[in-house]
């Protein structure tokens, strides 16, 4: 049984993640989810299976498609994305069509939510619905044995019709074998300033917070790895692959107080030369944390500030008071990490001077760098029931926007003042000396971001 793992082709470099898909000029991830699922089908007797990042590789829809025929898969599953899920509708459409025999399907938000219209549009088998790893394990073993394919977790459409399949979650995250490093060529992957080989690993899934806004790593529903299991997911990297640098993708990394102390432990007493980041919260992390995290060998953490007003705060749902968490910020600023804010702008009740008290944060702090996006009400949030009649969404061609895109223009407006500025280039000077290619290249791309965001308001990420 052959098994073939797809992150599709695309005109340009994105990020495809179960949570969101964005615009990445300036770094990339691996495909950490298809990881999860290649170090599934090992385990199965007889499978054989095979990783294509079709971002990574640089890969055309005709290249991929002569390579998937070439393989010549049993089953097929990809990750769809969802700002770019017409493109991947129609590249999984095209290998319908090329692999008439193979047993294909998808994972993602949108797939999760959208089982049986994904499937008619892109005339494939199934769904993995929610977290895919043991269902999609499931799967391998009733193909492998000659029974019926579908289960829990797993949406099917054929000759008989439509079948459901319930939301599945894992229980225990130390119960999952390792994503498979041996997968990917970890010299294609970083972040700025970031070197190789690099890699992601994630050990804590779904969030416990309230934010309305958020499409959570597979639900509210929080299932933590323990400290053990992550610091030898590490080493193990460390180890065999040669990591140096990585990231962890947890929606909140800072979540549990005790389990991120103990992870730093861990990480200390590899007495690895590695250096890594990580997200965080503001009512997560404070100067002990921030100084836990850097002697364990974290450099940088991104921190969703996400705004200046306590009433977007509010409205976001972000479950903390500004004024409470600031000395938070302050700690964690003059503990020598380099500190990434995230910033949302463009929600409804957000006003000229909201957005104003958002970019003076951002100054008063002195962020290493900045990510600021448009906010987006994707749907099975609460942020879309609430807003749901001044949205317009479709799923195909796709379409998730406020009716109202009166704060679409403050995304590129947010880092034009606050990036184009003599203090902020002096304070880079420091990444010029040490990293002069990619400061150039970073440097690059954001003039590229600032010219292109003025024709196109579409949502796009720079870091």
């Keep these: 049984m052959r098994v073939l793992l797809i992150n599709p082709p695309y005109r340009s470099q994105i990020v495809r993640r179960y949570v969101c898909s964005y615009n990445a000029p300036n770094f990339l991830f691996p495909p ?5 699922l290649s170090s599934q089908a090992r385990l199965v007797d007889g499978c054989e299976v095979k990783l294509m990042d079709c971002i990574a590789e640089r890969t055309s829809p005709d290249e991929t498609v002569r390579q998937a025929l070439e393989y010549g ?22 290998l319908r069509r090329e692999l008439p025999d193979a047993l294909i399907g998808s ?7 959208y089982s049986e219209e994904t499937m008619t549009a892109t005339g494939t088998d199934f769904v993995l619905v929610g977290e895919p790893d043991l269902a999609f394990r499931a799967l391998l073993e009733r193909y492998a044995s000659g029974g019926e394919v579908g289960g829990d977790g797993v949406a099917l459409l054929n000759a008989d019709g439509f079948t459901p399949a319930e939301f599945q979650r894992s229980p225990e995250l130390d119960e999952l074998p390792f994503a498979d490093q041996s997968a990917i060529d970890h010299s294609l992957y970083g972040e700025p300033f970031f070197g190789h080989p690099y890699t992601t690993f994630q050990s804590t899934r779904g969030c416990p917070f309230p934010c309305s806004y958020c499409v959570r790593s597979f639900g509210r529903k929080c299932v933590m790895a323990s400290p053990e299991h992550v610091v030898s997911e590490v080493s193990a990297a460390v180890e065999q692959h040669g990591i140096k640098y990585f990231r962890f993708m947890d929606d909140t990394f800072t979540a549990s107080r005790r389990r991120v102390l103990e992870i730093c432990e861990g990480l200390r007493k590899l007495d690895k030369p590695i250096s890594w980041s990580c997200l965080s919260r503001p009512n997560t992390i404070d100067g002990e944390i921030a100084e836990a995290l850097r002697s364990a ?16 705060l509010d409205y976001l749902k972000r479950g903390y008071e500004l004024e409470k968490v600031m000395d938070n910020l302050r700690q964690v600023r003059a503990s020598g990490l380099e500190m990434v804010g995230w910033f949302i702008v463009g929600s409804p009740v957000e006003t000229p001077e909201d957005f104003e008290m958002s970019l003076r944060l951002a100054r008063e702090l002195k962020l290493e760098f900045i990510a600021v ?15 749901k009649d001044n949205i317009d969404f479709s799923l195909l061609p796709y379409v998730c926007q406020f009716k109202d895109q009166a704060g679409t223009e403050r995304e590129s407006e947010f880092y034009r003042r ?17 990293h002069p290619a990619e400061t150039v290249r970073a440097s690059r791309d954001f003039l590229s971001y600032v010219v292109a965001s003025r024709r196109d308001s579409k949502r796009k990420d720079l870091l």
């Design 73 to 94: 898969p049993d089953i097929v599953v990809s990750i769809m994305a969802i700002e770019y899920f017409d493109n991947d509708v129609e590249f999984l459409g095209r």
């Design 418 to 434: 606050y990036v184009l500025r003599p203090s902020y280039f002096v304070g880079k000077l420091g990444h010029l000396a040490r």
């Design 297 to 312: 060998g974290c450099r940088r953490v991104y921190v969703g500030i996400e705004s200046g007003s306590q009433k977007v």
């Design 32 to 36: 950490l989810e298809l990881m999860y």
């Design 373 to 387: 996006s448009t906010l987006v009400p994707y749907p099975n949030t609460e942020l879309y029931d609430l807003e």
């Design 107 to 113: 994972f993602g938000h949108l797939p999760s939510n």
